[in-house]
Nanobody, 126 residues
Framework: QVHLVESGGGSVQAGGSLRLSCVASVTTSSTYCMTWFRQTPGGEREGVGMYYRGGRTSYGDSVKGRFTVSKDNANDTLYLQMNELKPEDTAMYYC????????????????????WGRGTQVTVSS
């Protein structure tokens, strides 16, 4: 069983920055994808940023140029640097891990992911 624990969420004003972390309970060097999703109450779970082993990344259209996903393999930690935050970025942010190579072709499809964290809340005020 894999446990993912997110942290770093909080409240920030528009234009500010936050850095989220996701620590995995297992070695992730052979993991295919680790990805950030987000979800608002009543909304769909939206893909934010994907990190594929070897360093390839992919981003959702609404965050391109503002968010950066990175990974520390030595510490099995995934990060999400969020800059130029907007009120519409307000959501619960989740970390997910995939052991399927298919995640490279469908990085933001929930069914590609085997394990999920419980989330960390990000609130951006105007």
């Amino acid at each position: 069983q894999v446990h993912l624990v997110e942290s770093g969420g909080g409240s920030v004003q528009a234009g500010g920055s936050l850095r989220l972390s996701c620590v995995a309970s297992v070695t992730t060097s052979s993991t295919y994808c680790m990805t950030w999703f987000r979800q608002t109450p009543g909304g769909e779970r939206e893909g934010v940023g994907m990190y594929y082993r070897g360093g390839r990344t992919s981003y959702g259209d609404s965050v391109k140029g503002r968010f950066t996903v990175s990974k520390d393999n030595a510490n099995d930690t995934l990060y999400l640097q969020m800059n130029e935050l907007k009120p519409e970025d307000t959501a619960m942010y989740y970390c997910a891990l995939s052991r399927s190579a298919g995640c490279l072709w469908a990085p933001f499809t929930r069914e590609q992911y085997n394990f999920w964290g419980r989330g960390t809340q990000v609130t951006v005020s105007s």
